[in-house]
């Protein structure tokens, strides 16, 4: 057992819900794989996806979130924003490739000890199938994802998916919900490979092509990337070799 | 930093096409350095040697006249009369023994905005080398002219 | 009109060397017209010698005025107030300028700033040309309306000379020689015949080997 | 002519479509006395020009012409813009129309909005860019280019998902979710639709890969790829890599003569010119060489100068033309593109491209074809509207007129002039009601500070955060209060929006300030904003001065704040020292003779006099022949077989009739002094006995149309074989139902004949449609002849290309040659009894066999050039320029068609340039309604920055007289110094600089002005 | 014809009908008076007057009136020359009758290169008369016997006037006239400018025996022998009224190194031979400045010597 690959698994749990289940756990002397590390947070809705992005790049094999159940909430509908959070850090973490099997969100009351200690055991053996993450492979991924969910974009549209999809939106009428959904999926695809191009030209000056090597992305995605960035003054043109212009952060 | 020289130049620009050209390099966003400033007339033709003359007994450490491009000149030959005079007053500067190139003519169309910056980076480099002006070099005994 | 030339800027300074407050003077006349004396080119020259006594430390005052004419005394006259407040006054005026003003105020010391050079007019804007010498007795009406005594440099009266060059004078691409015009007019009027007998030797007296000159009219001179 | 006189008529106008020519039609009824609701469905106005680049022939960047126009709209008192909004319906009838609006909601109130951009930042949602033709995104709060008018940002509500951030970032506080479409209803007299054209969509042509590969781009793309303002910034990329190309190829006629897969068979008229013009202007975008290649069918560059602009590119920039149609384009893996061509040779090419750009067509907006639809009016064929050539602006619908590319495909000059056209036809019936609707803006007394010391006022702006964001505002305006003079500083976010100028305006009265200086962004796009307020606070516009610290200080030094802030109090010192020496000047009113001089009376002089008369002025018509009608006289029928004796003579009695229109016949100009609104001519007139009698006729503004005359060729052997004739003896033989026509067994037409060559490089334009439309005339009376044209290029432009499809159809056979290799005419003499028995043999070298063939044409048409009339004295009498070639030159190509670069004078007709007859009756109305702008006044503004002469100073030594470009000033004998007459004086100041005796000042940048300004900042450095 | 108007020795040979040939002389920059009869030496028996030039180029030089002097005592005939450049007109006739009581009796009256040429461009020129009111001068004090005011003269000058002519100066046309101006004005003989291209110097010729003024007056054609093919050059670039045609300078050019001079004889040979004979020549002006040791070779080798001795 002890050759085998032990997975590293950071969990954050909240307070009121799935730490008190932990704890109850505990009492009862349930057994699951000691491979968990835990944070207790006031609330799951507390949970930052940067706060996974981090813990990937810090040596975690995978990032496990427990919270209450929808309508649990002790602040009434925080779990339903770590919902789309998780959502949204699921989708970034596929286009990425890294997969969204790293992260395991699970809702558990104070009282459910024996699910808790389940979805552990469970989450922990799919990381161990999964295996270690290759950290020299995904350096790029990992930073890409760390900028994409740094940007005001991201972080704002998925705060206000509730409110207008469910509530109402300025206009007093509720958004299509394919209409967000589109929207929530253009942003993070684009800001994503936006990222992963300023995380390269930032280091040094590069040409669409290379850009494209190192991203994975097609030719054309990388140039109209591009030009998004150079429109929000992210970006200039910085000098040509013969006739291919290399493009740098702007200044 | 404190001691690095940082030279004042006058920069007399038409209306049509350089002061056009100074607003484009802003909305462009640019940037030349604040050494620089503008004074606006509507046409080069309106620079008088005595303006030039004016501005180097000020102290002016740089002045340079920014027109249309030869042939383009909104009010036909403006930009030419200019160069003229900036000639004429390069001619006195050297009788005077200071070095002509302090005062010189520029031409550009309104919408060269990067030129505008260049030319304004070009002035200001060139003198900062030549240094401050040889009028406020010696500190003033007596109360200036009035 | 008189035509004059700007004296050197060095040359000007020597005669200014030593004083602290100088008056420039231009004049509204002729010296305005060829672009020497007027009130601009006062400005101008005012604004150089600051610069250069800026340059060199040394403090100088300099006041600029024009007056309608330097060569009448009332205009003269107008500068009685304030022309013993300085060191020198330098006078943008043609020849006649610094002398009349000399002769105004004899214990001021009067410089000229400008070289006055001849009768002439404007061929182009810009440029001047001689045109007559003041010699005291007309005699173009003889050529045709060009006068040999101010525009052939050897003055000849039964010219050209043999050192006429393709229509320009022997010492200067740049002088024409005014025999070539006047035989080319003459033939062109068929008139050739007016240069075959020979003009007598000129009475010089009249000019300027006459002697310093007077013009009287009589009826103007107010006796008394 | 007026309607029933119960009825009360009303004198607005609406204008439909807000592009180059729904501004030109605006800006021209509410400078005559017309109230006008220029109505456009998009946010801002602007239409197709905003979007180009560069202009042909010219190369004038479209931004900097168009902008001017665009403010002067936005500003315009009588004007009221609508845009965002879609008319519904429209009843009543001409002269009292009722238009019902929809006004869609913008979410964002534009008094409030000053385009600052925060909100752009910020809005997280992205859609497609249409003003960048989806070459990159925008937000869903957008606005369509910096300088738009209104200049306001939108909501694309169809991309806003409603999440609020905008309303957040808008410090001016201006968005308004609660919006709601809203109808209101225009009461007008009239309407113009000027709804322009939009771009064919190519993607409807699978072959030509046009939307699956993102190099294959349409001209409209490449040319926001070309504009600085564009999604590459100017610099010329291809978008799949960015790689810079090193070659491009056109396609021309993309979705234009084109039949079977685009159903649109006309000629798009403008897609050649702009093609060449983009191989010029790329070559100029790339520092690396940049091989162009156009492929065509025919050269359509027939305007004028536009040969010449073919020839430079040919010839000077090395583009290769190639003439051949392109059925499909390859795209290749690393972005390139295949093309396959087929030579004149006949042997196939390839050849790889980087890029490849297809000249697009234009054809009517959808939303076009709808609005005309609920109005009724007749479309053609092609959805364009349908008209006359001898009404070539009205509709079918009474009291609607159209113009511009919504009549018909055509450029920016030929759009301008029918838009100019459509405002004379417009007012022509509301000529009683003129002045009844606009409204004059009521400004008080100018209060008079003479006397008085300077009392400074000092307004600094953060603009938002463009100024406050980099300077320290707060310390600039306190530095302002020590400046000498300054009784009164403040700083506010937005200086230019409404409410911060109500609240200067009470300052001012209340401190009794005289003196105004705003430190804020460029007096080039503000000064005429605050001048107003400063006059609806009873100042004179002219005592303001501005310190520019946005463009040129904290934009440009973004990253030096300190220096910026230093650098925003020296520009505030300097514009207080010179606003301390500042003085009111006076606008100078001139009054206005209400009468016009046309000079010409060929078919364009009659229409202006008529148009001049309608309005309901005095015009004056000048003829030097003994008979009205100009070449017309000999025209058969307009190419839409329109006859035009009738029309002619209708046209004659009318001007005949007319009690405003006096005819001079037999009569010359020798003399033209005056100035705008003052013009004095003496004229000439010879009568029978030969005496001569001339009247002095005052008059407020001129046309010449003087008109031109066919050249009479001197190859071909014409004149040395009766069957050798040019077009106009073909027209007047053909009324005469002439035997040379009617028997005539095999016709050869010749065309560029004295045009296109080295002593007249230009193309006269009309003469392929001449041939054409004779050439079918002839089949129709004389069924079994044979006909060959023999052409270089035909240039049967716009719906002209008709004729070339049913000639073609009638059996007409085609041959092209190169200039360099003309067909030979020669003679080959007959029985010498027989009169003219000799008979006419030609050979010319087919273009597709390669080899020479021998015709024996018993008809020979010459398709032969237009020339202007000479009018040497009459051009030199009014001070008029004519170009190389002897046609007038205009003010401005593009924007000022029908104008003279001196103010007043206006043109029409052949004396422009070689023009169909329905232009020139569309140019005559045009420049109707340019004089309207003078005449239509009591009285005109002239300019108040202009140099004035110091009597005393002055040495009468003509330096002035000698250097102003403009010759103004001139010595006044009685008064003994130079005079310079206020209304001419263009104000740039030359003379003021070179006078030696310092005896000239030019207002507002005297030296005193300048030098103050000198001094402050070196004061204290 | 037959009463002589100064008994010169000039005048006798030309009036005597010979070929008259008269050569060139510069007085030194200085009161070296033996290298000056050095020259003299060569051209005794050689020639029949010998011009000495008056500060010509407006280079100050020995006086021509002394250097005459000098040369009246050496046995030689001079040709005394005045220009109008450096005297007013009492200076001019106070030195005609100082040269005439010194011996003198032949003068040639110029109007002077302007001193701009010479080595005083700073000096104020006099040009009180030009050369044709000279000869006027000249005249009357010779056949009237009266000063230009009119005075008597006690015994007046009696002098053989020559003047100058430049045939190849613009405007060309009127150079006749002008020269008729100076046959009227009193000239007795004329020396034209060096002659280098003949074929207008044949035309001018044919318009003066045409008018008549070879019966007037005599006519010496100039030559001058060019040295170098820099010589030529220069003449024809830098000295003004002078024509170099393009063929002589080829001509010169043609001749192999060291020949060049004996080129430059030999056309001048060819001219003396062609103005033996053309109509109206009454002699030759050799002007062979610097060079006058080559004299008497070209009088030998141009058949003009021995000279004719008058009566």
């Known amino acids: 057992m002890e050759t085998s690959f032990q997975p590293k698994i950071l969990a954050f749990l909240c307070n009121w819900c799935a730490y008190a289940g932990a704890d109850l756990a505990g009492v009862s002397r349930l057994q699951y794989p000691p491979n968990i590390r835990v944070i207790r947070t006031m609330c799951s809705g507390r949970v930052d996806p940067l706060f996974a992005i981090r813990a990937l790049k810090e040596g975690f094999d995978g990032v496990f979130v427990g919270g209450c159940h929808i309508g649990d909430c002790h602040y009434q509908d925080g779990n339903v924003y770590t919902l789309k959070r998780m959502d949204m850090l699921a989708r970034l973490l596929d286009i990425s490739g890294i997969g969204r099997k790293r992260i395991r969100l699970v809702w558990a009351s104070a009282a459910e000890a024996q699910p808790y200690a389940d979805s552990v055991t469970d989450f922990t053996a799919s990381i161990t199938a999964s295996g270690p993450l290759d950290r020299s492979r995904q350096t790029l991924a990992l930073a890409g994802l760390s900028r994409a969910l740094a940007t005001p974009r991201l972080r704002w549209l998925v705060g206000i998916d509730r409110q207008v999809t469910e509530r109402s939106n300025v206009y007093h009428e509720k958004t299509d919900t394919a209409h967000f959904q589109r929207v929530m999926q253009e942003a993070v695809e684009t800001e994503y490979h936006k990222a992963m191009i300023q995380e390269i030209i930032s280091q040094a000056p590069a040409n669409v092509r290379e850009l494209a090597e190192k991203t994975g992305l097609p030719v054309y995605t990388v140039s109209l990337r591009l030009n998004d960035l150079e429109r929000n003054a992210q970006a200039e043109l910085r000098g040509h070799e013969g006739r291919t212009p290399r493009f740098a952060a702007a200044a | ?146 | 009109m008189i035509v004059a030339d700007r004296k050197s800027l060095s040359e000007i300074q020597d005669m200014v060397r030593d004083c602290r407050k100088i008056l420039l003077v231009g004049c509204k006349g002729c010296v305005t017209v060829c672009n020497v004396g007027g009130l601009k080119e006062v400005q101008v020259l005012a604004a150089t010698l600051r610069i250069a006594a800026k340059i060199e430390g040394r403090p100088l005052i300099v006041e600029e005025t024009v007056l309608e004419r330097q060569c009448d005394p009332e205009y003269v006259e107008m500068l009685k107030p304030v022309v013993d407040n300085f060191d020198a006054v330098v006078s943008m005026a043609c020849g006649v300028g610094p002398q009349f003003l000399s002769e105004a105020y004899p214990q001021q010391r009067f410089f000229p700033a400008v070289n006055t050079t001849f009768f002439g007019g404007a061929v182009a804007h810009g440029i001047w040309e001689e045109r007559c010498a003041g010699c005291g007795t007309c005699i173009i009406h003889y050529f045709d309306g060009m006068c040999p005594v101010a525009r052939c440099s050897k003055s000849l009266m039964n010219g050209p000379c043999g050192g006429s060059d393709h229509g320009k004078c022997e010492i200067s691409r740049n002088i024409n020689c005014i025999w070539d015009m006047i035989v080319r007019k003459k033939t062109e009027q068929g008139r050739l015949n007016d240069l075959l007998d020979i003009v007598p030797a000129k009475n010089w007296q009249t000019a300027r080997d006459g002697g310093p000159r007077q013009s009287r009219r009589e009826e103007l001179i107010q006796n008394g | 002519m007026n309607l029933q006189k119960t009825t009360e008529k009303t004198g607005s106008v609406m204008v439909v479509g807000a592009g180059v020519a729904g501004i030109q039609a605006s800006l021209d009824m509410a400078n005559a006395g017309y109230f006008v609701h220029l109505v456009d469905n998009s946010t801002s106005v602007g239409g197709l020009m905003a979007q180009l680049d560069k202009t042909f022939p010219t190369n004038d960047c479209a931004m900097c012409v168009i902008s001017p126009f665009l403010v002067e709209v936005g500003r315009h008192l009588n004007i009221n813009i609508i845009s965002n909004s879609e008319v519904e319906s429209l009843e009543g009838q001409a002269g009292a129309f009722h238009a019902t609006v929809r006004n869609d909601p913008r979410y964002i109130d534009i008094e409030k909005c000053t385009a600052c951009g925060q909100c752009r930042q910020i809005c997280p949602v992205t859609a497609i860019n249409e003003f960048d033709c989806g070459l990159d995104l925008r937000k869903a709060i957008y606005i369509k280019y910096p300088q738009a008018v209104p200049l306001a940002y939108a909501i694309d509500r169809s991309a806003c998902i409603g999440c609020g951030l905008c309303e957040k970032a808008c410090l001016a506080e201006a968005i308004s979710y609660a919006d709601t479409p809203r109808r209101t209803v225009l009461n007008v007299g009239a309407v113009i639709l000027s709804m322009g054209s939009s771009v064919y969509d190519p993607s409807g042509l699978d072959t030509l890969a046009y939307g699956r590969h993102p190099n294959i781009v349409t001209s409209l793309e490449f040319e926001r790829i070309l504009s600085a303002s564009g999604p590459y910034k100017g610099h010329l990329m291809r978008p799949y890599d960015r790689e810079i190309p090193e070659k491009i190829a056109w396609l021309q006629c993309v979705g234009s003569r084109d039949i079977n897969r685009a159903g649109h068979g006309y000629c798009s008229s403008v897609c050649c010119m702009y093609a060449i013009k983009q191989t010029m202007i790329a070559k100029e975008h790339v520092s690396t060489p940049l091989d162009a290649a156009v492929f065509y069918m025919d050269m359509r560059t027939y305007g004028k100068d536009f040969d010449k602009y073919y020839t430079r590119a040919k010839d000077e920039k090395h583009v290769r033309f190639i003439r051949s149609r392109i059925h499909t384009i390859e795209p290749l893996k690393n972005g390139d593109l295949n093309i396959r061509y087929v030579l004149e040779s006949g042997d196939v090419q390839e050849e790889t491209f980087n890029m490849v750009v297809l000249s697009a067509g234009l054809s009517p907006p959808p939303s076009a074809i709808a609005l005309a639809g609920r109005l009724g009016i007749d479309l053609n064929a092609y959805h364009y509207a349908q008209t006359a050539d001898i009404r070539p602006v009205n509709t079918s619908r009474e009291g609607i007129y159209v113009c511009g590319a919504f009549q018909g495909p055509k450029d920016i000059p030929q759009s301008v002039m029918e838009a100019s056209a459509a405002a004379a036809s417009a007012t022509e019936t509301l000529a009683d009601v003129r002045w009844t609707q606009t409204k004059v803006r009521e400004l008080p007394a100018e209060v008079d500070f003479s006397g008085q010391k300077p009392r400074i006022g000092v307004f600094v702006c953060n603009c938002g955060i463009n100024i406050g964001g980099v300077a320290d505002v707060p310390a600039i305006r306190e530095y302002a209060r020590s400046l000498p003079h300054v009784i009164h500083v403040e700083d506010n976010l937005f200086t230019c929006s409404q409410d911060t100028q109500e609240k200067i305006k009470q300052v001012l009265v209340e401190k009794g300030i005289n003196r105004v200086v705003v430190a804020s962004c460029s007096p080039r796009t503000h000064e005429p904003l605050f001048q107003e307020t400063l006059r609806e606070a009873g100042l004179n516009k002219y005592l303001f001065e501005m310190a520019n610290i946005r463009d040129q200080n904290t934009w440009v030094h973004m990253a030096s704040p300190a220096k910026a802030t230093a650098k925003a109090k020296d520009l505030v010192r300097m514009a207080v020292a010179k606003a301390a020496y500042i003085e009111p000047l006076p606008q100078v009113m001139l009054d206005v003779t209400n009468s016009v001089l046309v000079v010409g009376g060929g078919v364009a002089g009659m229409e202006a006099a008529l148009g001049v008369a309608r309005q309901g002025y005095q015009a004056w018509l000048v003829e030097r022949g003994h008979q009205l009608g100009g070449m017309a006289r000999q025209l058969r029928s307009t190419w839409q077989g329109e006859p035009v004796a009738p029309y002619l003579s209708d046209l004659i009695d009318a001007v005949h009739r007319h009690e405003h229109i006096q005819i001079f016949m037999e009569t010359q100009v020798v003399h033209v002094t005056g100035t705008i609104g003052n013009f004095t001519t003496t004229l000439v007139t010879q009568d029978d006995e030969g005496k001569e009698k001339s009247t002095v006729i005052p008059h407020g503004a001129a046309i010449l149309a003087t008109g031109g005359h066919e050249y009479a060729p001197t190859e071909y052997q014409y004149g040395a074989h009766p069957s050798v004739m040019t077009h106009l003896e073909f027209d007047v033989a053909a009324t005469k139902q002439d035997n040379r026509l009617l028997s005539a067994k095999l016709a050869v037409f010749i065309q560029c004949v004295g045009s296109r060559s080295a002593e007249r490089p230009y193309c006269s334009r009309v003469c392929c449609t001449h041939s054409l439309k004779s050439a079918l005339w002839l089949k129709t009376i004389n069924p079994d002849v044979q006909i060959f044209i023999l052409y270089r290029d035909i240039r049967a432009y716009g719906f002209r290309e008709s004729l070339y499809q049913k000639a073609r159809e009638a059996g007409v056979q085609f041959i092209r040659f190169e200039s360099e290799n003309p067909p030979v005419v020669s003679l080959t003499p007959g029985d010498p009894s027989e009169p003219n028995s000799s008979r006419l043999s030609l050979t010319v070298t087919d273009h597709i066999l390669q080899r020479p063939i021998i015709l024996n044409p018993d008809l020979v048409v010459l398709a032969s050039a237009i020339l202007p009339n000479e009018n040497k004295k009459l051009f030199e009498a009014f001070k008029v320029p004519a170009n190389a070639d002897g046609f007038l030159v205009e003010a401005h190509a593009k924007l000022r068609p029908v104008d003279f670069a001196s103010e007043g004078l206006f043109l029409a007709g052949l004396a422009h340039y070689p023009k169909t007859i329905d232009e020139s009756i569309a140019q005559a109305k045009a420049a109707v309604s340019r004089t309207m702008n003078i005449v239509s006044k009591t009285a005109i503004m002239v300019g108040s920055v202009i140099a004035v002469v110091n009597p005393e100073r002055c040495a009468v030594c003509l330096t002035c007289v000698r250097t102003c470009p403009y010759g103004i000033p001139r010595i006044d004998p009685e008064k003994g110094h130079a005079v310079i007459a206020a209304v001419e004086c263009h104000g740039c100041g030359v003379c003021a600089s070179e006078c030696p005796g310092k005896a000239i000042a030019l207002k507002h940048f005297t030296d005193e002005q300048i030098n103050a300004k000198t001094d402050a900042l070196f004061q204290a450095a | 014809m037959d009463d002589l108007k100064s008994g010169s020795n000039l005048e006798k040979v030309l009036k005597a009908g010979h070929f008259a040939l008269t050569g060139e002389c510069g007085p030194p920059k200085g009161a070296n008076i033996a290298h000056l009869k050095e020259k003299f030496a060569h051209l005794k028996g050689v020639v029949d007057a010998v011009n000495l030039t008056d500060n010509q180029t407006a280079v100050v030089r020995l006086s021509s009136w002394a250097a005459s002097a000098i040369m009246v005592q050496d046995g030689l005939e001079p040709n005394f020359q005045m220009v109008c450049r450096d005297r007013n007109r009492l200076a001019m006739q106070s030195d005609i009758l100082g040269a005439y009581a010194l011996g003198v009796r032949n003068m040639l009256c110029l109007s002077g290169d302007h001193q701009k040429f010479g080595n005083h461009p700073a000096a104020k020129n006099v040009y009180d008369i030009d050369s044709m009111q000279l000869i006027s001068l000249v005249k009357k004090m010779r056949d009237e016997g009266r000063f230009m005011n009119d005075d008597v003269i006690d015994t007046p000058p009696r002098l053989f006037i020559g003047a100058a002519a430049n045939p190849f100066a613009e405007p060309f046309d009127f150079r006749i006239y002008r020269m008729t101006k100076k046959i009227a004005a009193g000239a007795d003989f004329i020396q034209t400018q060096c002659i280098y291209n003949m074929d207008r110097f044949r035309v001018f010729m044919k318009q003066a025996v045409d008018m008549g003024l070879t019966e007037k007056c005599f006519i010496l054609a100039g030559v001058t022998p060019m040295k170098t093919v820099g010589m030529a050059s220069y003449m024809a670039k830098s000295v003004p009224g002078m024509e170099v045609p393009e063929s002589l300078i080829k001509r010169l050019k043609g001749a192999e190194k060291g020949k060049v001079a004996e080129e430059g004889i030999r056309f001048c040979l060819e001219q003396i031979e062609e103005f033996k004979t053309m109509k109206g020549v009454a002699g030759v002006h050799l002007m062979a400045i610097e060079w006058e040791h080559r004299v008497p070779e070209i009088a030998e080798r141009a058949g003009l010597l021995p000279r004719p001795v008058a009566p």
């Open chain 2, 1 to 146: 930093m404190s001691d690095a020289f940082e030279p004042t130049i006058i920069a007399f620009c038409c209306k049509y096409c350089a002061y056009a050209a100074a607003d484009l390099a802003g909305s462009m966003r640019l940037s030349y350095p604040a050494n620089i400033k503008i004074s606006q007339v509507p046409c080069t033709g309106r620079v008088d040697i005595v303006h030039l003359l004016k501005a180097i007994e000020d102290g002016a450490d740089g002045v340079y006249v920014a027109g249309c491009m030869e042939g383009d000149c909104h009010f036909v030959s403006g930009n030419l009369k200019a160069l003229k005079r900036v000639t004429c007053v390069k001619k006195t500067l050297a009788e005077l023994g200071m070095e002509p190139e302090r005062v010189e003519m520029f031409n550009l169309s309104s919408a060269m905005g990067p030129r505008f910056a260049e030319i304004a980076i070009e002035m200001t480099d060139r003198i900062r080398k030549l240094g401050p002006s040889p009028v406020r070099r010696q500190p003033q005994p007596e109360a200036a002219a009035e």
